[in-house]
C-alpha cells in the first residue's frame, strides 16, 4: 500500500476540507452518505473505488465500496448470483471479520455497479504496521505473532465452515487490519463472484505473491486452500516484517520466500508457515488444524476458560451486577473463586478474590470480550444465519418523505428487562420506564406516560406495533409491567417514545 497522500493526512490532523466533507452520493434509503474523500486502504482487485462515507443513524464514518461490470449483460447474467453471495456476506458476524452492513445495485448508470457499505477501519492496516516496525529496527515477538496468527485463522476457519464455504480470495497484509488493543480484523471479503466478473479483476492483479499457484491461471475450481496460502505468505511476512520485491514489480520469485524462511530462527515457526504455502493442495492444512497446531495451540488456562464464562454471561460481569452484589464481592476477599483438588492426597491449589489485581482483571476481561484471547480448543460450530437489526425500509428517491410510513418488525429478542413506574399524585397519568437488554448486546431505553384503563398485555402489544420489541417478548413484558403496577396505586397509558 503506498504512502498516504497529504490530504489525509491533514484529515487525521483535524483540518478537514470542505470538499472532502461534501456529500456525493445518498444510499436508496438515505442512511448511508458518500463522502469525497477517498480510502486508501482497499488494494482489493475488483473494488474499483472506495470512499469515506457517513452512517447517519450510527453517527459513524464507514466505508462506501464500489464494483463496476464492464458490461451490462455480464451484470444481469450474475445478478442473482451476487445477490446471493451478498446477502450471505451480510449476516456473517465475527469478531475478527470487519463487518459488512448493507449492499444495493445500480443499474441506473452507463455501467452497472455493485455498492457495499463496511466498517471502518481507521487504525491502519498489519502492512503499515509492519512498515512502521521495521522502519524503527524493531522486531515483532513471537508472542504477538502466534496471537495474529490464532486471531486470522479463527476469522478463516469461520468462513471456511460457511455453507458453501466463503472463500476470502485476497487475504494480504493489506487486507488484514489491526487496532490499537491488537485486535486484528479481517477486511476486504471480495466474492470469487466479483473477481471473475469484473474487468479490473484482470487488469490488476496486485499482490501476486499471495495469490496461490493454482489461482494464477484462472481456470478450474477455486477452493478454499488459496486463502490458506495467502495466510502462509501473511505469516512470513509477519515473522520476517516484510517480503522485498524486484523493484515495481510485485511479483516476489520462490526462491526470495525461501530465503525468508530459511532467516527464521524457530524452526517449528519456519515448518508451519512452510506447510501453508506447499503447491499440493491437498497437502495444505484447514484453517481449523492450523489453530491446533503445536507452535499456535496452547491448553487453556483456568483463568481465561473462566474470563469466557463471565463474558458469555454479561450479568456477572461488574458493570451488570447490583450494588448489592458488589458489595457482597468486596467482603468476600478471601472467598475461592476456582480450586484444583487432588484425588491423590496432593496439596490441592486455590484462587482466591485477593489475588486478583482489579486493574489486571478488568484489562484482561476486556480484551477477552473484545476477542483477541479466542478459544479454540472446542469444536467451532457452524456459522448461522444472524437475525439483522430491522432493515431501514427502502423508499425511492422520488417519494421520499420525511417521515416514512413503515415501521420495522423487531427481529431481536430481549436478554434482560428492568422496570420502573413513578406514580403521579397530581395527573391522572403515571410514567413507565422499560430498559431492555437486547440479544446483540444493545440497549433500548423506552418510556410511556399510563392511565387506569390499560393494563400490561395491551402496552406490551404497543411495542410490538411501534416495532419496539419483538411478538415472542409480549408476556415476558406484560407480566413485568403488571407486577410494576400491583406496586403503585394508579395504571395506565398509551404514547409510546424511544
Known amino acids: 500500500m503506498s504512502s498516504e497522500p497529504e490530504d489525509k493526512i491533514a484529515k487525521d490532523s483535524g483540518d478537514e476540507s470542505e470538499d472532502e466533507s461534501e456529500v456525493l452520493e445518498e444510499s436508496p434509503c438515505g442512511r448511508w452518505q458518500k463522502r469525497r474523500e477517498e480510502v486508501t486502504q482497499r488494494d482489493v482487485p475488483g473494488i474499483d473505488v472506495a470512499y469515506l462515507a457517513m452512517d447517519t443513524e450510527e453517527g459513524v464514518e464507514v466505508v462506501w465500496n464500489e464494483v463496476q461490470f464492464s458490461e451490462r449483460r455480464n451484470f444481469k447474467a450474475q445478478e442473482d448470483k451476487i445477490k446471493l453471495v451478498f446477502d450471505n456476506l451480510i449476516q456473517l458476524e465475527h469478531v475478527n471479520i470487519v463487518k459488512f452492513h448493507k449492499y444495493w445495485t445500480d443499474v441506473k448508470s452507463e455501467k452497472p455497479r455493485v455498492i457495499f457499505i463496511t466498517e471502518y477501519m481507521s487504525s491502519g492496516s498489519l502492512k503499515q504496521f509492519l512498515k512502521r516496525t521495521k522502519k524503527n529496527k524493531k522486531t515483532i515477538n513471537e508472542k504477538s505473532w502466534k496471537r495474529w496468527c490464532t486471531q486470522i485463522l479463527s476469522a478463516l476457519s469461520y468462513l471456511h465452515s460457511c455453507q458453501p464455504p466463503i472463500i476470502h480470495g485476497n487475504l494480504t497484509c493489506d487486507t488484514i487490519f489491526i487496532q490499537h488493543n491488537g485486535l486484528i480484523k479481517i477486511g476486504s471479503v471480495a466474492p470469487d463472484t466479483i473477481h471473475n466478473h469484473v474487468k479490473t479483476f484482470r487488469e490488476e492483479q496486485k499482490n501476486m505473491h499471495y495469490i496461490a499457484p493454482e489461482y494464477g491461471g484462472m481456470t478450474g475450481e477455486v477452493t478454499t486452500a488459496v486463502d490458506i496460502y495467502a495466510f502462509g505468505i501473511c505469516a512470513l511476512e509477519m515473522a520476517v516484517l516484510g517480503l522485498q520485491g524486484n523493484g515495481d514489480s510485485s511479483f516476489i520469485p520462490s526462491e526470495t520466500i525461501e530465503a525468508s524462511l530459511n532467516k527464521i530462527e524457530n524452526r517449528m515457526q519456519a515448518d508451519f508457515i512452510r506447510t501453508c504455502l506447499t503447491k499440493d493442495i491437498t497437502k495444505r492444512p484447514t484453517a481449523r488444524i492450523l489453530l491446533f497446531h503445536q ?9 481465561l476458560l473462566a474470563a469466557h464464562n463471565f463474558v458469555n454471561n454479561e450479568r456477572l460481569l461488574p458493570d451488570n451486577l447490583s450494588d448489592e452484589a458488589v458489595d457482597k ?11 484444583i483438588r487432588h484425588t491423590d492426597g496432593r496439596e490441592g491449589v486455590q484462587w482466591k478474590y485477593s489475588q486478583i489485581p482489579t486493574l ?7 480484551d477477552v470480550k473484545n476477542g483477541i484471547y479466542p478459544l479454540t480448543a472446542f469444536a467451532l460450530p457452524a456459522p448461522q444465519p444472524v437475525r439483522p437489526r430491522p432493515p431501514t425500509p427502502e423508499v425511492p428517491e422520488s417519494v421520499k418523505s420525511a417521515s416514512p410510513e ?13 422496570c420502573n413506574i413513578e406514580d403521579s399524585q397530581q395527573t391522572q397519568l403515571n410514567r413507565l420506564t422499560l430498559f431492555l437488554r437486547m440479544d446483540d448486546k444493545m440497549n433500548r431505553h423506552l418510556t410511556c406516560d399510563f392511565t387506569a384503563e390499560e393494563n400490561g398485555q395491551k402496552l406490551a402489544q404497543e411495542l410490538v406495533h411501534y416495532g419496539f420489541i419483538n411478538e415472542k417478548d409480549v408476556e415476558k413484558v406484560a407480566n413485568q409491567i403488571n407486577e410494576h403496577m400491583q406496586k403503585t396505586s394508579s395504571p395506565h397509558s398509551s404514547v409510546v417514545k424511544s
Not at 507452535?295 to 483463568?303: A, G, M, Y
Not at 413503515?406 to 428492568?418: F, G, K, S
Request: zero cysteines; a negative charge; hydrophobic letters at 40%.
Open 360 to 366: 489486571q482483571l478488568e484489562k484482561f476481561l476486556e
Open 295 to 303: 507452535i499456535l495451540f496452547e491448553v487453556h488456562s483456568l483463568k
Open 406 to 418: 413503515p415501521v420495522d418488525i423487531e427481529q431481536r429478542q430481549i436478554l434482560q428487562i428492568q
Open 329 to 339: 464481592k468486596n467482603e468476600a476477599e478471601d472467598k475461592v473463586i476456582a480450586d
